[in-house]
């Protein structure tokens, strides 16, 4: 069965850093595009970027040119690098990609900013 599973969330101060992490099972990783989403406190969960399976990546307004995403078909991983964090950053992450048949998410990893 597909699985995904995020990691690398944390607590840390505005400007700083974190990189996500996702790796993929159950599905031939490299032929599926991959996003990132985010849940921000009391809200819903919006897109926040994603990557072709050819690796074209996209984002949201709020984190272009600090956010980066990628993957690594070796390893079925994808990545968020996430630099200059802000507070409004704060919320779960989510991995997600679909079939023609459904959705699939992780767990969701934690990411707090806050000084």
């Known amino acids: 069965q597909v699985q995904l599973v995020e990691s690398g969330g944390g607590l840390v101060q505005p400007g700083e850093s974190l990189k996500l992490s996702c790796v993929g099972s159950?599905?031939?990783?490299?032929?599926?595009?991959m996003h990132w989403y985010r849940q921000k406190p009391g809200g819903q969960r919006d897109l926040v970027a994603g990557?072709?399976?050819?690796?074209?990546?996209d984002y949201v307004d709020s984190v272009m040119g600090r956010f980066a995403i990628s993957r690594d078909n070796t390893k079925n991983t994808l990545y968020l690098q996430m630099n200059n964090l802000e507070p409004d950053d704060t919320g779960v992450y989510y991995c997600?990609?679909?079939?023609?048949?459904?959705?699939?998410w992780g767990q969701g990893t934690q990411v707090t900013v806050s000084s």
């Open positions: 997600h990609t679909e079939t023609i048949q459904r959705h699939y």
């Open positions: 990557i072709t399976s050819l690796g074209r990546a």
């Open positions: 159950g599905f031939v990783f490299k032929n599926y595009a």
